[in-house]
């Protein structure tokens, strides 16, 4: 829902593309000091304690969204939402990683991943029509309200680690050094950071350049938005659990490829089906690289700490999410929203290519 509504914010209080770029940059700042401390504590054995803190965090800062009236109190809100997801979602990707063997791993992942897109699917699609016809009151009650009901359901069904399952277990995201040793955990860092830039951009503008240079309807909007994320749903179980069959790197790869060309033919796009073409095409792209990338990171951390290693991988995206809307929102502001897409795919373009380049070099270190 909020990544809808950024596209009607930037609108509604005439933001420019710098302050869109810095309402993205709010949502990462915050994980970037959190992650790793967060994951090392998890695999400590205090998961359910981290859950329940990121859902309690949550309540609140969807009501204060229902308040927002400006740039600064936007900024504030997604930094709070920052926390709370920084709190959920590593956690969450690390419970089914100890849960799972390793020869299904990745369909794990890609089935856990599923069940989230979905869940961003329908907020994208209700998001839109729910605003257009309530405003943005019953949306963010919504929002607190699933949380809240997250937070009982967590609370009671999900079991606390005991002290006998974390004596000896692998990791405990004590052994650090051991994880960034990894030629391939090394490798996936370097690429997850170029590919951020690029994803930030993409998540950012798309919303803007919808509602505000097309003039798409809050009701199209939240289509567009919704593509992206049913597409994602629906390819990912499949994809990992090919990544399985298959190996990693080569739907890495692949799904960066389709990321690519959809980020270069963005700008061409001028209607509403167009639109949602393209964003079908990049959510497809995702469901093949998504669980493919989360699987080399817990294939890598399960032996370390998958939460921890899982919070590596968060954290090599928060400085391209960071940069990656700034420099979007210059770009869009000095040589107009096009050229922002065309830099989005540059930065993917260079990721795989440096991507393919390191994994031949150390063929015999890595598993593909």
Do not use: C
Not at 72 to 77: G, I, N, Q
Not at 248 to 273: C, D, M, S
Not at 341 to 351: D, Q
């Amino acid at each position: 829902m909020v990544s809808t509504f950024i596209g009607i914010y930037s609108d509604i209080f005439s933001l420019s593309g710098v302050q869109v770029g810095l309402v993205g940059v709010a949502y990462s700042l915050t994980q970037l000091l959190i992650l790793y401390p967060v994951g090392r504590y998890a695999d400590l054995g205090h998961r359910k304690v981290l859950l329940l803190s990121g859902l309690i965090i949550g309540i609140p800062t969807y009501l204060l969204f229902w308040q927002v009236g400006g740039f600064r109190s936007l900024f504030a809100s997604r930094l709070l939402q920052g926390i709370s997801i920084a709190f959920t979602t590593a956690i969450g990707l690390s419970f089914i990683s100890i849960r799972s063997r390793e020869e299904n791993r990745g369909r794990n992942l890609g089935t856990y991943n599923s069940l989230r897109a979905t869940g961003q699917t329908l907020g994208a699609l209700g998001g839109g029509f729910l605003v257009a016809r309530f405003g943005f009151g019953v949306p963010y009650m919504i929002l607190a309200s699933l949380y809240a009901l997250s937070l009982a359901a967590i609370f009671f069904m999900v079991p606390q680690e005991s002290a006998k399952s974390r004596e000896g277990r692998a990791g405990g995201g004590l052994h650090l050094s051991e994880l960034l040793s990894g030629v391939q955990f090394r490798i996936q860092i370097g690429f997850e950071l170029f590919f951020a830039f690029a994803k930030a951009i993409i998540v950012v503008f798309i919303p803007v350049y919808a509602y505000a240079v097309i003039g798409l309807s809050e009701g199209q909007l939240g289509a567009v938005v919704a593509a992206r994320y049913l597409t994602f749903a629906l390819g990912q179980g499949p994809a990992g659990k090919l990544s399985d069959v298959v190996g990693r790197a080569p739907l890495v790869i692949g799904g960066g490829l389709l990321f690519t060309a959809a980020a270069f033919i963005l700008p061409f796009q001028k209607t509403f089906w167009g639109l949602l073409f393209v964003s079908g095409l990049i959510g497809i792209g995702d469901s093949i690289r998504v669980p493919a990338s989360w699987g080399i990171f817990a294939d890598q951390g399960i032996n370390t700490g998958p939460a921890t290693s899982f919070s590596f991988r968060m954290l090599a995206w928060r400085p391209g999410l960071i940069a990656g809307p700034l420099l979007g929102g210059l770009i869009k502001d000095l040589l107009g929203i096009a050229n922002t897409f065309y830099a989005a795919g540059a930065a993917v373009s260079t990721a795989l290519i440096g991507y393919a380049v390191s994994l031949f070099l150390h063929k015999e270190e890595v598993s593909l």
